[in-house]
Every structure is written in C-alpha cells, then in structure tokens.
C-alpha cells in the first residue's frame, strides 16, 4: 500500500513531443525525487525537490525538468522526446531531506514511438 | 561500474527454500533499503538499514557496514515472494544509489 500516486499509469507518445508526469505524495512529504527506470535496469536519479527548490540533479540534460507545489504533488517534465526516454519513472517522497519515511509511487510507464 | 552490485542476477527456487540475496557497495552511505518491485513496476520499500538487523515476518535483512555488504534473506520461500528485490544505498538525502536487481521465482 502506498501513499504515493502517480498518473498516468501508462502513456505512449511520439519522438520529439513534449510530456508532463505527474505524483501527489503524502501530506507532508516536503522531499520528492524522481527516476528513471530502463527496461532490466536499476532506477537511475533523476532529481530531488525539497520544498519547492531543486536541490539535487542525476546525470540528465536539461530536456529533463520538474516542479514541485506547496500541495505535495510534483511533475516531471520531458521535452524533445527521444526512443530511449522510453523507461519507468517512478516518484519517490520523503519527509524530510534525510529521507525519512521514504515511500515510492507505481511508475508511469512511458512508451516513446 | 556500478556503485551497488547484487547478485545472483536470478535465482529460481522451490517453494519453502530459503533464499539469500547479496548486496555489495562500495560508498559510504547513511541507509541501505531493500526494495521489492512486482510485474507492473510497483516499488515497495521492505527495509531500511543503518546497521545490524532487521525482521518483518519471513524476511530478514542484515547489514555489515565496515564490510560494505547486506543481505536479504526470505525463510520457507511461496511463490508470492517472486519478484525483482532492489538494494539501494542513501548517501544522503534522497538521492540514492541501486542495484539492478535480483529476480527471484519461486515455484510451486
């Protein structure tokens, strides 16, 4: 059971569109990060929010971008989509900064045709 | 190279075997989670460790800081234990480093 929710489940989209991802943490969770997860892969770090400022970034180019809203929900989002954007992204929160309470989200799985 | 490696890869097992799957890293970290990912993509977080040992039911989960090393280990195994179990290290924040994964089947 997770307190994490994260929309859409899955969504297929063409090379060079523009895609949002959405999460709604728990009430509370001031951390969210964000991921990718290739296909037999482990989840790559994408970014950290912590109220509302990006405080820490993975290896990703800027096409990859996020927001995080005082309501605890967040987005990710991707422009100029290239096939191998096409992953899990999964949606993590935490309490605070150290990670406390750490809880993940089901992953959007998206296609990129 | 990988920061945290696991094995095996995969592993089939009976049902009722006990299973272990290893974990390695190599930073210094402030957590290790052992994540649990069904068909589908769900994660699930099993355990955070800081150090020693943890046990939630059939599961135990251990950790040797000054070797870099935990375990995972499931007692009298049922095939709804089959999935891909993740190890993952905090080094601080929620920035996290993970394994690939190990994918356990456990047959009937």
């Known amino acids: 059971e997770t307190g994490v929710t994260q929309s859409p489940t899955h969504l297929i989209k063409t090379r060079g569109q523009q895609v949002t991802l959405r999460c709604s943490s728990q009430?509370?969770?001031?951390?969210v990060s964000w991921y990718q997860q290739a296909l037999g892969q482990g989840p790559q770090f994408i970014f950290q929010y912590y109220r509302e400022e990006e405080n820490g970034r993975g290896n990703f180019p800027p096409r990859f971008s996020g927001l995080q809203f005082p309501n605890y929900s967040s987005e990710l989002n991707v422009n100029a989509l290239e096939l191998d954007d096409s992953a899990l992204y999964l949606c993590?929160?935490?309490?605070?900064?150290?990670?406390?309470?750490?809880?993940f989200g089901s992953g959007t799985r998206l296609t990129v045709v | 190279k990988n920061e945290v490696e696991q094995s095996p890869q995969n592993l089939t097992a009976q049902e009722g075997e006990f299973i272990t799957i290893n974990c390695s890293y190599s930073v210094g970290i402030s957590a290790l989670h052992w994540l649990q990912q069904h068909p589908g993509g769900g994660i699930v977080s099993l355990f955070m460790l800081s150090s020693g040992k943890k046990k939630h039911g059939r599961l135990i989960a251990t950790i040797n800081i000054q070797e870099k090393h935990s375990s995972l280990h499931i007692t009298a195994s049922h095939p709804r234990d089959s999935a891909v179990y993740i190890c993952?290290?905090?080094?601080?924040?929620?920035?996290?480093?993970f394994g690939t994964g190990t994918s356990l089947t456990v047959i009937p």
């Open positions: 993590a929160s935490s309490l605070d900064a150290g990670g406390n309470g750490y809880t």
């Open positions: 009430s509370g969770h001031n951390t």
């Open positions: 993952a290290v905090r080094r601080g924040g929620n920035q996290f480093y």
